[in-house]
């Protein structure tokens, strides 16, 4: 894919709950189904990031998004697309995650995301929040590294 392809924006959300994350599956019938991922997906022509954040996350897991921040950008070249990912950290929603569009669900500590086959795109993230979060209890506070 050359350098000026035009990129997919993304929204991913980094959901947190005591301590843990959420990994999603990607659905069957999508491309790379059965990969790990943070939920989210495309952005509409002229939506909002955050617009489109609350809009996926209530599609693909039913919740509705209360408290978030936006974390980063990275962009990623498949062979067949280009992304630019806009992650988010989700403090808080309403809502227990449900698998809505028949993905598996799990909550991981930071530390356990590396032992989940993400899809190559998120891998940078998840090798980042287990080295800068991977110290956080199931309490949500930070405990000292070794």
Same mark, same amino acid.
């Given at each position: 894919?050359?350098?000026?392809?035009?990129? &997919?924006?993304?929204?991913?959300?980094?959901?947190?709950?005591?301590?843990? &994350?959420?990994?999603?599956?990607?659905?069957?019938?999508?491309?790379?189904?059965?990969a790990?991922?943070?939920?989210?997906?495309?952005?509409?022509?002229?939506e909002?990031?955050?617009?489109?954040?609350?809009?996926?996350?209530?599609?693909?897991?039913?919740?509705?998004?209360?408290?978030?921040?936006?974390?980063?950008? &990275?962009?990623?070249?498949?062979?067949?697309?280009?992304?630019?990912?806009?992650?988010?950290?989700?403090?808080?929603?309403?809502g227990?995650?449900?698998?809505?569009?028949?993905?598996?669900?799990?909550?991981?500590?930071?530390?356990?995301?590396?032992?989940?086959?993400?899809?190559?795109?998120?891998?940078? $993230? $998840?090798?980042?929040?287990?080295?800068?979060?991977?110290?956080?209890?199931?309490?949500?506070?930070?405990?000292n590294?070794?």
């Open positions: 894919m050359s350098s000026s392809s035009r990129y &997919i924006d993304v929204v991913a959300g980094v959901l947190w709950r005591h301590g843990e &994350i959420l990994a999603v599956t990607r659905p069957p019938g999508k491309s790379q189904a059965g790990w991922e943070f939920p989210g997906g495309k952005v509409e022509p002229g909002a990031l955050s617009t489109a954040l609350c809009r996926e996350l209530h599609e693909e897991l039913g919740i509705a998004v209360d408290t978030f921040a936006f974390w980063r950008e &990275i962009t990623h070249c498949y062979a067949h697309v280009a992304v630019r990912l806009h992650f988010f950290h989700v403090h808080a929603f309403t227990e995650p449900q698998a809505l569009e028949g993905q598996k669900l799990c909550w991981k500590r930071p530390r356990q995301l590396p032992l989940l086959p993400f899809l190559e795109a998120d891998r940078a $993230v $998840v090798a980042l929040l287990a080295d800068e979060f991977g110290d956080i209890g199931k309490d949500g506070k930070r405990r590294r070794p």
